[in-house]
């Protein structure tokens, strides 16, 4: 069975305190302010579970089964960053 690239369960973003560690498969797609995490200005991370592709910001973990295709610029929601194009891993 062939993943759509839109799959909705792809695109649902959470958000977590920076302090706190990413959970296994997830990837870094932006920060935030949370009133719920420490400090000021951007204290929490966006993460997502990838999709077959997924623009990822430099600090994200690279989960099993993705590689990285190339270096990007993208909007965190806090400004521009430097970041990663990854690709799950074709299986043939």
Do not use: F, Q
């Not at 792809?10 to 302010?33: D, L, Q």
């Not at 951007?42 to 099993?64: C, D, F, M, Q, Y």
């Not at 089964?65 to 799950?88: P, Q, S």
């Amino acid at each position: 069975m062939t993943e759509r690239i839109d799959n909705p369960k792809a695109r649902k973003n959470r958000v977590i305190c920076r302090s706190g560690s990413v959970p296994e498969g997830w990837v870094i797609v932006g920060e935030h302010h949370s009133p719920a995490c420490e400090g000021e200005g951007a204290n929490a991370w966006v993460i997502k579970l990838p999709g077959r592709r997924e623009v990822v910001v430099e600090e994200s973990p690279i989960p099993t089964g993705y590689h990285k295709v190339k270096e990007t610029t993208l909007d965190t929601g806090n400004g521009k960053a430097t970041g990663w194009l990854i690709e799950r891993e074709v299986k043939k």
